[in-house]
């Protein structure tokens, strides 16, 4: 008897679990997308002004919010499959952002007349770590094991 309940809301958790992974990848897809906003008025406008970074922070919330159960980390979706892509995606995308602000500190540091600012050299890295991590998800998510 009991366990035919279970059986019964199964399916429905199912569901739910399914559209709070859609609204959770929905959220981070935005956050990423108003990051990478952001981050080309800041290389092309050089300025960071207040409103500018109210909304690095709300993309920054909205991208973080889903990002770890789109990478697979967490559940509904945690499989070790999925847990090892995500976890090497985050790796590679540290690794590709590091290397990115050493490049940016040698441009700073050595640039002569091309230096750039602060705000040019922030939204060089918000939007390398928001493509880096999706490109490096999907990619390696079309392969077929990683190791």
């Not at 800041?42 to 500018?52: A, F, Q, V």
């Not at 050299?121 to 999907?138: D, R």
Request: proline residues 1%; hydrophobic residues 45%.
């Amino acid at each position: 008897m009991t366990g035919s309940k279970t059986e019964e809301k199964s399916p429905v958790r199912g569901n739910k679990s399914i559209s709070m992974v859609r609204a959770r990848t929905i959220s981070m897809v935005l956050g990423g997308g108003l990051l990478i906003a952001c981050g080309i008025l800041m290389l092309i406008e050089d300025t960071i002004d207040d409103i500018l970074w109210v909304e690095v922070f709300m993309g920054l919330g909205l991208f973080g919010g889903g990002l770890f159960e789109y990478l697979g980390l967490r559940k509904p979706l945690k499989d070790e499959r999925t847990a090892r892509i995500g976890t090497l995606a985050a790796t590679y995308s540290w690794y590709t952002v590091l290397v990115v602000v050493g490049f940016l500190s040698m441009v700073y540091g050595m640039g002569g007349g091309h230096k750039i600012s602060m705000s040019q050299a922030t939204g060089a890295v918000l939007i390398t770590m928001v493509i880096s991590i999706m490109a490096f998800n999907w990619y390696l998510g079309r392969k077929g094991d990683v190791e």
